[in-house]
């Protein structure tokens, strides 16, 4: 059984969204920060089974937020991030309202995704 960590599911979610071309960081942008870009938050981890002490069905929940210069191409990086982690079966479950930024003078929206880790199969599964 292969145990999955905070930051082993951070660098899977980087990995799968370096094809989209956005630059990724981890920390809040500023104004030499370049845009678009896609803000990855601290993964929540909730193991939900576990086995002689060792995890079997572990939660993650990640945040990203999407960054760029008009809401429309934000709301369009959303759709791209969904798109691409839908391939691992993760379940997009919260959208904030879009933010304006005026000192980056950018919007923002925030996305939020869960997805239930098999430790026995090392896979992804939707969360029913």
Known sequence: ???????????????????????QILTNPTTE????????????????KTE???PILTIFQISITCWNESQRKTMEMTDEVEIKLQEFN????????SIYDSILQ????T???????????????FIR
Do not use: H, W
């Open 52 to 54: 002689n002490a060792i």
């Open 1 to 23: 059984m292969k145990q999955l960590g905070v930051k082993e599911f951070s660098d899977i979610v980087y990995e799968k969204l370096d094809s989209l071309k956005y630059k």
């Open 106 to 109: 950018k919007y923002g929206i």
């Open 33 to 48: 920060s370049k845009f678009p870009c896609l803000e990855l938050r601290t993964p929540l981890k909730s193991t939900r």
């Open 90 to 97: 993760f379940t997009r479950t919260n959208t904030s309202p």
């Open 111 to 125: 996305i939020t995704f869960e997805v239930r880790y098999n430790s026995i199969t090392n896979s992804f599964d």
